[in-house]
């Protein structure tokens, strides 16, 4: 059984970091890519970041290039978002996903949250002004 678990998250003050985690299980993910996307009160859900497991290729939210980098560490089956520089607009639950990686898959295509297959529970993010 596939298990994303998201850890992390907590209340930063603006400008400050932080730091998430996902540690995926059940399956190889070799062939997938990982996903983070974030979820505010009344609003959709938003890509964030996504990266390729075998090739660590990754893909950015405009909103959050220069701020946000995401990783992966094969061994430990772990994909972490580093947050700097951060914002109360960056303030949501955030989730980490993954979907099978395609021959010519796109960043729109890893940008787009009904492609994705298994989902966290996500973790919390607040940005204090």
């Known amino acids: 059984q596939v298990q994303l678990v998201e850890s992390g998250g907590g209340l930063v003050q603006a400008g400050g970091s932080l730091r998430l985690s996902c540690a995926a299980s059940?399956?190889?993910?070799?062939?997938?890519?990982m996903g983070w996307f974030r979820q505010a009160p009344g609003k959709e859900r938003e890509f964030v970041a996504a990266i390729s497991w075998s090739s660590g290729s990754t893909y950015y939210a405009d909103s959050v290039k220069g701020r946000f980098t995401i990783s992966r560490d094969n061994a430990k089956n772990t994909v972490y978002l580093q947050m700097n520089s951060l914002k109360p607009e960056d303030t949501a639950g955030y989730y980490c996903?993954?979907?099978?990686?395609?021959?010519?898959?796109?960043?729109?295509?890893?940008?787009?949250?009904?492609?994705?297959?298994?989902w966290g529970q996500g973790t919390q993010v607040t940005v204090s002004s």
């Open positions: 996903a993954a979907v099978r990686k395609l021959l010519y898959g796109s960043g729109s295509y890893y940008a787009s949250a009904p492609n994705y297959d298994y």
């Open positions: 059940g399956r190889t993910f070799s062939s997938y890519f």
